[in-house]
């Protein structure tokens, strides 16, 4: 039972275009969201979150789009840079119950020069 | 401040042995978790302790146990070892409060068994 779906294993972007990265969820009760990046041989470094009384939380080139209705939500990232390219994973958790957070699979973004 | 530190980086074990992972949390942190990372499979949540206790477990066989000392750093064993047991081996700490609910994570330990 995957309660957070990320449907796209690999995304490749143009440098300076926009990112898109997509997660589905299917628990309701899930109240917390983040975003991580992951390099290869190293542990996955958070890069931004969101509550789920917010739709939209943004941090320099970093925004994050939730969408409870559809329980959806994205990471964009303006411009892209090559740095970028790395697995990125959302994650999920219900704040006032235990610190388990819930994973997808990972996407993983290549930002082309 | 120093970040999660995860020991040894690298292991190399065979099948049957037992292995023993460290973690020593960001400093003020009081909860560790713990994840496992495959191929395909993300990263999958083994347990997290808290003030020494056990808080919530993951979906894994009893040969995978932990715990926590009185300086929140944490141990995880892994008993009887199987070739299915290779893996990254992730270990996360939090303040585990309202306001700072991030995780943050250590390097990981990468273990192969063979």
Redo the contacts between chains.
Sequence with gaps: DQQVKQNSPSLSVQEGRISILNCDYTNSMFD?F?W?KKYP??????LI?ISSIKDKNEDGRFTVFLNKSAKHLSLHIVPSQPGDSAVY?C?A?I?SG?????????TRLKVLA | KAG?T?TPRYLIKTRGQQVTLSCSPISGHR?V?W?QQTP??????LF?Y?SETQ??K?NFPGRFSGRQFSNSRSEMNVSTLELGDSALY?C?S?A?D?KN????????T?LTVV
């Design positions: 917390y983040l991580y041989a190293e542990g996955p470094t958070f979150s994973f994650a958790f704040s235990t610190y388990k957070y819930i994973f997808g699979t990972g | 999660v995860q909860s978790s994840y395909g499979q993300g990263l999958q949540f997290e808290f808080r919530n993951g992730l996360a939090s585990r309202r609910t991030e995780a943050f994570f250590g390097q990981g990468r």
